[in-house]
């Protein structure tokens, strides 16, 4: 039996996964972190770091908030510059997106559900 409580940590929970260190990849499937109600990802990046391919989730919700530093999603219709701590993007399914980290900086991240196949990389929508 899984214990009710878990103590970790994300960064190194997550380092083998780009990040992400909640969602339904987690295995054993009876580990509280594996669910398929949500993804949480803690991304830290150095100055420069990016996504330059345009990704889209067919069905979930986004959700980034910044920590600390300075980083930029850019969306089809705008930038979005996250540069104070608490900023944050809330995105739907079906939008795409990238990103890069203007300076170092670290950045939560949630998606919902968690879903295997959904994040797919597209076409840059311009």
């Known amino acids: 039996m899984q214990p009710k409580v878990i103590f ?5 929970e997550g380092a083998n996964r780009w990040g992400w ?9 009876d580990d509280p972190r594996s669910t ?5 990802k803690w991304g830290v990046h ?3 770091d990016s996504r330059t391919e345009w990704g889209v989730n067919d069905t979930a919700a986004t959700l980034s908030i910044l920590i600390n530093g300075q980083f930029c999603l850019q969306f089809e219709d705008r930038e979005m510059i996250l540069s104070r701590e608490g900023d944050y993007v809330l995105w739907s399914a079906g939008v795409p997106h990238c ?6 900086c670290t950045i ?6 968690s879903t295997p196949g959904d994040s797919v990389a597209v076409r840059s929508p311009q």
């Open 99 to 104: 990103w890069v980290a203007q300076s170092d």
């Open 21 to 29: 260190f909640m969602g339904y990849f987690i295995t054993p499937d």
């Open 46 to 48: 150095k100055a420069g």
């Open 108 to 113: 939560l991240t949630v998606r919902w559900p």
């Open 36 to 40: 398929t109600a949500l993804e949480i």
């Open 8 to 12: 970790g940590n994300a960064a190194s």
